[in-house]
């Protein structure tokens, strides 16, 4: 037998993960899909935008360019860049990472006929939105929905109350906790992004082609 004493342990190398797809990261991309020009504010304007810790907005900002979509033009100015690229990787870690964390519920309505009036419901502006299949149909006028998704700020027991709704798993309308702000022009209808990502999820066919229609007119001139 021969003992080196002369050879040193080999340190194990740890790797690094990319935080820019974790929960709080998607919450932060989907903001600069909206408002890309934010990528050059501070971190801290970013963490309050975003509500999300101030330490994770540097892991994320770093996640971003290694990745190559976050470019640096000057000394004081980045881009966003690939954002269709960007768009097609969030969609999907949205449904797997993001969405579930923000579900309060599956619901019906205690009256049949509020699910075919589902447009007259005075849901509350600035907190609560319609996503999924019915913001589909707002913005296109060419989808029936078979089940409401709902985004809202709004107390849980305000919901049951101010909608009639009765807790059901297997109901037709899901609720889901509201995770930005700073809506652009709609109050009572979830970012035409959002709705898309939404619709793509579904893997319906009706829905995709209702995904194509808002692609086309509002999200492929902006990517």
Known sequence: MIWLETQKPFKAVKSKSNRAFTKTGLKVLFHFLLHENDINLPYREIAAITEVGLGNINYIMTGLKEMGFI????????????????LEKWIPAYAERLKPSLQMGTFRFLKEEDFKNWKNLPVKEGETCWGGEPAGDLYTNYLRPAELTIYTTEARTDLIKNYR?????????????????????????????????????????RCIETAQKIYDAFLQNKL
């Open 71 to 86: 470019i640096k033009l000057n000394k004081n100015e980045s881009k966003l860049v690939k954002k269709k690229e960007l």
């Open 165 to 205: 709704l009765i807790p059901d798993e297997k109901g037709n309308v899901k609720i889901f906790r509201k995770f930005w702000r700073h809506d652009l022009e709609n109050d009572n209808v979830a970012p035409p992004l959002l709705v898309y990502a939404d619709l793509i999820n579904t893997n319906d066919r």
